[in-house]
């Protein structure tokens, strides 16, 4: 989360305009680090709750999901469980993850028992797995995967797993 606060902050202070203007007084970064820390320690508080109100009570957030994922160590789990082949495809246009994690190196790293590691940036891929021409930014995100999910997944990603599963299911048997 820490970092998509930090590309919305970034965001904020290249928008031109009135909106860009008062948007830099209202979304800084101390201010979107302060409203997160606020938020973790309603979900953190010590009779645990399930639910977590937000925006007035307006807005509900499951707190024990939110506490699960926190404390589960996927890089451990990934580490410890994962024997099969692997194939990680993470767009350059995805801000939701941090895509240049996504290496042949690091991807070996993360799952050292794997059978094989298979990586791929595709350059416009987005977290839905369609194609985005322009720019990704958090502040259209909403209406951009709005109209994405109208779209077919990106031919690209189809093509890559299709290739992979062919080497790894059919070349494996020959």
Not at 13 to 41: A, C, S, V
Not at 53 to 80: D, F, M, T
């Amino acid at each position: 989360m820490a970092l998509q606060r930090t590309t919305l902050a970034n965001e904020v202070q290249t928008m031109p305009g009135p909106t860009g203007w008062i948007l830099r007084r209202l979304l800084t970064k101390e201010k979107l680090d302060k409203k997160y820390d606020d938020f973790m320690k309603q979900v953190n508080d010590d009779d645990e709750p399930d639910f977590v109100s937000l925006q007035c009570g307006l807005v509900k957030q499951p707190a024990k999901w939110i506490r699960e994922h926190a404390s589960y160590n996927v890089e451990e789990a990934l580490s410890k469980h994962v024997t099969c082949h692997c194939l990680a495809i993470t767009g350059q246009k995805d801000f939701q993850v941090r895509n240049e994690f996504c290496t042949r190196g690091k991807a070996s790293e993360l799952v050292p028992n794997a059978a094989s590691v298979e990586v791929h940036r595709p350059v416009n891929l987005t977290h839905l797995l369609r194609s985005m021409e322009g720019e990704a930014k958090m502040m259209n995100m909403k209406k951009d995967y709005k109209e994405m999910s109208k779209l077919p997944f990106d031919e690209e990603v189809v093509d890559i797993t299709y290739a992979w599963c062919d080497r790894v299911l059919f070349e494996k048997q020959q």
